[in-house]
């Protein structure tokens, strides 16, 4: 179904509607913990705070309002879900696809103000109802003058300006109903959402990152990028030529040989991405990529989430997966201290649980054959292991904010390749990137 609803533009609309919303969980929770002191129980704030009216009504409001307050409960959702209440996560980590759409009257201005008044004769057909909906804008698909079939991503009004105060003030609510340990510092996690959000917005810079995403493929056959309409894209509306295709997931429907090997090109692109280009597209949502069965083909979707790394960043990622590959402990705490895991005043038994922690998430590199995702227990055991570290005091950290991004890419192929049941080589195809020599066979006797 598609909800629409204006979408509040000024701060102090914001604001109110953050502090509005602020009180109504309040008093929610003030309710609910009398009640239990009546029924002669404790009251628990973390259960007052989220019983389901309250998780109903913070997903509610931070769908209608879009922009970075979603963006940032999304982060924290996929980095400090071991620390947060559960039952806030899940708010959290449910509001990715769950936007509003602006009403047509603001879609109707935003494309006056970008084409002009008489928008629609550039058209012979514009479905005003969008296909996708997040936090920063809504996407369209028409058919221009020319006969090209095309996707119009559409930013809502006054998003772009809205971002720091957006930031901030969700922090400042988390601080005052005192869901975070005092002791964990997000602010770097912040100032990386405040920049990743004003990147997003400008849809000139995605423009950009898509022209030089799709020469980097053009020779494979596998992949398929929109390219961009420049006569028809501006700051805050980019045109796109339309990409065919069905959900990834039905991609779980083909032969297991098929499903595997595009399972294995994805990887494999994603390695690429981080290990070899410096270019990492971080927003592995499902929705950003489309199957093609007709041709089998993967067409790859939103570049606003694009980051460009530094060669030493790259570098220091290699060498951590090297040392895990290799199962150097003195090695992998060496990258692990370059990668930013690691400071140099850390006791000795944090060390070793980092390095535990590396070579865990390392599990489908090192293990030899085909690495079943969707039977592997690998992303419990993370979480537990986190969650273990992250209950002492002096060990509630969060990575650097590149490396945050990258937790989120790894992490959303991981469950991709689970959903889709794939069967992996991924030592293999590492070898491949970094032209190891491949495994030995074992001799027979």
Known sequence: MNKQSPIPSHRFNRLFRLGKLASGVAGSALQEGAKKMIRGERPVASEMLLTPANASRISSQLSEMRGAVMKVGQL??????????????????????SAHSMPQADLNAVLAGAWGEDWQDLFTSFDETPFAAASIGQVHEAVDQQGRHLAIKIQYPGIAKS???????VASLLKWFKLLPPELDIQPLLDAAKQQLHDEADYKLEAKYLMTYRERIAD???????EVVHSLSTENVLAMSYIEGESIETIVEQHPECR???ATRIIDLSLKEFLNWGMVQTDPNFANFRYNVEDNTIGLLDFGALRIHDTCRSESFSDLLHAAMEQDLEKIVHAACAVGYIEKEDPFNYRMAIADLVQTAAEP???EGDYNFKHSSLSQRLSDKLMKLRSQKDFQRIPPADVIFLHRKLA???LLCANINAHVDVRAKIHDIFKLPPDPVPAVI
């Open 76 to 97: 924290l959702s996929m980095e400090a879900g071991d620390i947060l209440p559960k039952e806030l996560t899940d708010i959290l980590s449910n509001l990715r696809e």
């Open 220 to 226: 494979d056959d596998m992949f398929r990028v929109p």
């Open 163 to 169: 971002i720091d105060s957006d930031v901030d003030n």
């Open 412 to 414: 959303g192929i991981y």
């Open 260 to 262: 595997n090997q595009l």
């Open 365 to 367: 590199a090192l293990h």
